[in-house]
């Protein structure tokens, strides 16, 4: 049975596609999305302080070469490449981010969104619960 965080991560990816930036920003979970070439569209205010990176230095930028190159390995870049050629995605992994200011060990998980055509990236810490705080009504409480 999934636990409570699971469930919560299902609705927030359910709802993604429709968020707006600044909804998205209110998430508790680092959230990105890419377009099938892994040029970021979206790039939350979570995962900007977990990146130390703007995220206007962020957004249009390649995450798998210029924002975060530590990704570019089968267990995430491969699993990207793949869900994008099969239009079908969602798996969650474990991973470390090298970042130099900030690494950590966090939960990622992948979703390919038919409707966008779109990989919504979304991190949680280890074990898969909240990186910050939840903001009232962007989520099940």
């Known amino acids: 049975m ?3 965080d699971t469930q919560q991560i299902d609705k927030v990816l359910e ?3 429709q968020m707006t930036a600044a909804e998205l920003d209110h998430l508790p979970y680092g959230m990105i999305q890419l377009d099938a070439t892994g040029r970021i569209l979206n790039y939350n205010a979570v ?3 977990l990146a130390s990176l703007r995220q206007d230095q962020a957004i249009g930028k390649q995450f798998f070469t210029e924002i975060a190159p530590c990704t570019r390995v089968q267990e995430f870049y491969g699993r990207f ?3 994008v050629i099969r239009e079908a995605l ?3 992994f ?3 981010f090298a970042f130099k200011q900030n690494p950590r060990d966090v939960t990622v998980r992948l979703l390919y969104s038919k ?3 779109t990989v919504w990236v979304l991190i949680s810490d280890h074990d898969g619960k909240p990186l910050g705080p939840v903001t009232p009504g ?3 409480e």
Do not use: I, V
């Open 2 to 4: 999934p636990n409570r």
């Open 15 to 17: 709802a993604a596609d």
């Open 47 to 49: 995962e900007s302080r």
């Open 81 to 83: 490449k793949e869900g």
């Open 90 to 92: 969602d798996t969650s």
């Open 94 to 96: 474990h991973f470390h």
């Open 115 to 117: 409707r966008t055509r």
């Open 138 to 140: 962007t989520t099940s």
